[in-house]
């Protein structure tokens, strides 16, 4: 499967803002989807996630409440909901696949197909 991310932009803090993961290739439906961040100078973190058929999720601690995320397999697509945002959310936003497990894990060595990264930047 390839990956996709799209959405990214420049918001000011307390806007709101859509990501998009948009995959080609067969049996999307077959994959647990994340999203990750990395921030210069930081490590890759895990934000939220997703499980195949989509009735489960789980997200960081520090975006519950703020970020939504949701799928639609037959048109491939896993979107990021990502409201009252912070400048601390500023990052490159990637998304991933994984075929390793029902459950949503945080683990990035659990991905492996990830999109390239789309910039994220909220000013203050």
């Known amino acids: 499967v390839q990956l996709q991310a799209s959405g990214g932009g420049l918001v000011q803090a307390g806007d709101s803002l859509r990501l998009s993961c948009t995959a080609s290739?067969?049996?999307?439906?077959?994959?647990?989807v994340g999203w990750f961040r990395q921030a210069p100078g930081k490590e890759r973190e895990f934000v939220a996630g997703i499980s195949r058929g989509g009735g489960s999720t789980r997200f960081a601690d520090s975006v519950k409440g703020r970020f939504t995320i949701s799928r639609d397999n037959d048109k491939r697509v896993v979107d990021l909901q990502m409201n009252y945002l912070k400048p601390e959310d500023t990052a490159n936003y990637y998304c991933a696949a994984s075929t390793i497990g029902a459950q949503v894990v945080p683990g990035p060595s659990r991905y492996s197909y990830w999109g390239q990264g789309t910039l994220v930047t909220v000013s203050s």
């Open positions: 290739g067969r049996f999307f439906s077959a994959y647990t």
